[in-house]
């Protein structure tokens, strides 16, 4: 057995494993470990870690194939040609004029990544570089929780249906109620999804990326997912993480949405963002 302890931090989902350094080499182990504490709380923190990039795309390649980054090559700056093809940079600092990364300043709505492409990414990795004083907290939302929780009504409602996903690149909060803009990148998902790797269902619609619902008015659609946005995001279902110098996050994007808080705009705020492929694609629930 290893030396990794597994605790955690909320009843909604999340927890911190200690008695790792990800610097060295995952023994298949212990990446076992985990995986296995990954996929039964949803998200993981790794706290007081140093880690270079190709560290953490090392230990993204231990669950499996690193995702490529996934925007318009137009948003991949001077800052980022020299780096390794998955590494993303979430950040609202400025050098030399240009943006190193993106998402800068705000709130984010709810949402998870990748849900604009056919088969979306199943995981994401975050790594905390430099921190604002306040606020920049990631809330994640479980649901597994929340489909749980969905009225009977709407679960026979929604049942196999498909919904449209659509994002356009750079946008954190949703001011239109379609995008449809050159560098919108779109998608349908089923509405209810069964989690690859555990079986169990979970809701796959968000507030920032979903459209519409497929088959039903525009007004119904609306109205039923304003209903479901307002049940992910109540705090029974969600874990609020704090950011420290040096966290490592890993989320599971097939059950969990995240969300970021404000924070002071003229406070610096880096993390490095490395997300990891599925190998099977949304099956219906």
Request: with cysteine; charged share 25%; aromatic share 8%.
């Given at each position: 057995?290893?030396?990794i302890?597994?605790?955690?931090l909320?009843?909604?989902?999340?927890?911190?494993?200690s008695g790792?350094d990800?610097k060295n080499?995952?023994?298949?182990?212990?990446s076992?470990e985990?995986?296995q504490?990954?996929?039964?709380h949803c998200?993981?923190?790794?706290?007081?870690?140093?880690?270079?990039?190709?560290d953490?795309?090392?230990?993204a390649e231990?669950?499996?194939q690193?995702?490529?980054?996934?925007?318009?090559?137009?948003l991949?700056?001077d800052?980022?040609k020299?780096?390794?093809?998955?590494?993303?940079?979430?950040?609202?600092?400025?050098?030399?004029?240009?943006?190193?990364?993106?998402?800068p300043d705000?709130?984010?709505m709810?949402?998870?990544?990748?849900?604009?492409?056919q088969?979306p990414?199943?995981a994401?990795t975050?790594?905390?570089?430099?921190?604002p004083?306040?606020g920049?907290?990631t809330?994640f939302s479980n649901?597994?929780?929340v489909?749980?929780?969905?009225?009977?009504?709407l679960?026979?409602?929604l049942?196999g249906r498909?919904?449209q996903?659509?994002?356009?690149f750079g946008?954190?909060v949703k001011?239109?109620?379609?995008?449809?803009?050159?560098?919108?990148?779109?998608a349908t998902?089923?509405?209810?999804?069964v989690?690859?790797?555990?079986?169990?269902?979970?809701?796959?619609?968000?507030e920032?990326?979903?459209e519409?619902?497929?088959g039903l008015?525009?007004?119904?659609?609306?109205?039923?997912l304003?209903e479901?946005?307002?049940?992910?995001k109540?705090?029974?279902?969600?874990y609020?993480h704090?950011?420290?110098k040096?966290?490592?996050?890993?989320w599971?994007?097939?059950?969990?949405?995240h969300?970021r808080t404000?924070?002071?705009?003229?406070?610096?705020?880096l993390l490095?963002?490395?997300?990891?492929e599925?190998s099977?694609p949304?099956?219906?629930a």
């Open positions: 057995m290893s030396n302890s597994v605790t955690p909320s009843n909604a989902c999340g927890a911190e494993i790792v990800l080499p995952l023994k298949s182990s212990v076992a985990i995986n504490a990954w996929l039964e998200v993981i923190v790794i706290r007081d870690q140093d880690l270079s990039d190709i953490q795309v090392n230990f231990a669950f499996g690193v995702g490529d980054y996934l925007r318009p090559d137009t991949r700056n800052a980022m020299d780096r390794h093809r998955s590494v993303m940079f979430v950040s609202n600092i400025v050098e030399n004029g240009e943006a190193i990364g993106t998402l705000g709130e984010m709810f949402h998870t990544d990748t849900g604009y492409a088969n990414h199943k994401t975050l790594f905390a570089i430099e921190i004083s306040k920049g907290n809330i649901q597994y929780k489909y749980e929780n969905l009225p009977k009504r679960k026979k409602l049942s498909n919904a996903h659509a994002y356009e946008v954190m001011d239109k109620e379609f995008y449809n803009g050159p560098d919108v990148r779109t998902h089923p509405v209810f999804r989690h690859s790797e555990t079986g169990r269902r979970t809701i796959y619609v968000n920032l990326m979903t519409s619902i497929e008015s525009a007004e119904e659609s609306r109205e039923v304003k479901i946005f307002a049940l992910q109540e705090k029974q279902f969600c609020e704090v950011w420290r040096g966290d490592l996050i890993m599971d994007n097939r059950c969990t949405l969300a404000d924070f002071p705009k003229k406070q610096r705020r490095r963002r490395v997300t990891i599925d099977t949304n099956t219906a």
